[in-house]
C-alpha cells in the first residue's frame, strides 16, 4: 500500500482513466512487478544472496535516478500536457519533439507500456523483507524451475491486494469530476501529477 499506493493511484486519476482502465492498469503494474520478482527469484537460486544484494547494490544509485527521472516526466506530461509538450517544441524543436511523442503518445496514452514500466521501477526497488522471502525462495528451491513457481507465486499473492478497491476508486474519481466541471477535472488531474513528481524527486534523493 505504501509503496505503490501514492504512483499508482496518482497515475491512474491523473491520466482520467475510467473505473475498467484503472483496474487495467493495476493488473498491467502487479505483472511489472511480477516479472520482476520471477527474476530475483531466479538470480538468488543461481548466485546466491550476498553476490545479489551486492549487485544490487552497486546498481541501485543508477535504477533509482533513471526511474526517478522517468517518473518525473511522466508527472509533469500528467500537470501539463499539451502545453509542456508544445513548450519543449519552442525550446529544443527536434529532441523534445521526439521526447514529448514518445512520452505523450508511446507512454501516458498507451496503458500497457506504461502500467508496466512503472511496475518494472518499483519491482526493482525491493525492501529488505521482500529480499528475506526471495532468499528463502532461493535456499527451499530444489531447481530453476521450483525457484520460478515459487517467486510466480509470491508475486501472484502480492496481486490479492487492496491497491484493486484503490485504483478502481481512482478511476471512478475522474469520470465523477468530469459529470460535474470540467475543471474539477484538471485541478485534480494537475495535482495528481504534483505527487508523481514528489515521488520521482524522493526516489531520485534516496539514491545520494
Known amino acids: 500500500m505504501l509503496t505503490c499506493g501514492p504512483i499508482l493511484v496518482s497515475y491512474i486519476g491523473g491520466t482520467k482513466k475510467n473505473i475498467f482502465q484503472g483496474l487495467k492498469v493495476y493488473i498491467l503494474f502487479s505483472l511489472g512487478r511480477i516479472i520482476v520478482y520471477i527474476i530475483l527469484g531466479l538470480a538468488l537460486f543461481f548466485l546466491g544472496r550476498f553476490a545479489l544484494e551486492r549487485l544490487l547494490g552497486d546498481y541501485s544509485k543508477y535504477i533509482m535516478v533513471t526511474g526517478g527521472s522517468f517518473i518525473i516526466l511522466v508527472g509533469l506530461f500528467v500537470c501539463f ?3 509542456l509538450e508544445l513548450s519543449c517544441k519552442c525550446l529544443m524543436p527536434q529532441f523534445a519533439e521526439k521526447l514529448s511523442f514518445f512520452l505523450q503518445s508511446d507512454i501516458l496514452e498507451k496503458d500497457v507500456k506504461s502500467a508496466i514500466v512503472l511496475g518494472l ?20 528451491s530444489k531447481s530453476w524451475v521450483s525457484s520460478f513457481w515459487f517467486s510466480f507465486s509470491f508475486g501472484a499473492g502480492t496481486f490479492m491486494s487492496p491497491l484493486i478497491l484503490l485504483s478502481i476508486f481512482a478511476g471512478w474519481v475522474p469520470e465523477f469530476l468530469k459529470e460535474k466541471r470540467a475543471n474539477y477535472l484538471r485541478i485534480f488531474s494537475f495535482f495528481c501529477g504534483l505527487i ?13
Do not use: E, W
Request: net charge positive.
Open 196 to 208: 508523481i513528481i514528489f515521488l520521482g524527486i524522493q526516489l531520485i534523493g534516496r539514491a545520494y
Open 121 to 140: 521501477i518499483i519491482g526493482l526497488l525491493p525492501c529488505a523483507p521482500l529480499l528475506a522471502v526471495l532468499s528463502y525462495i532461493g535456499l527451499i
Open 81 to 83: 500536457g499539451k502545453q
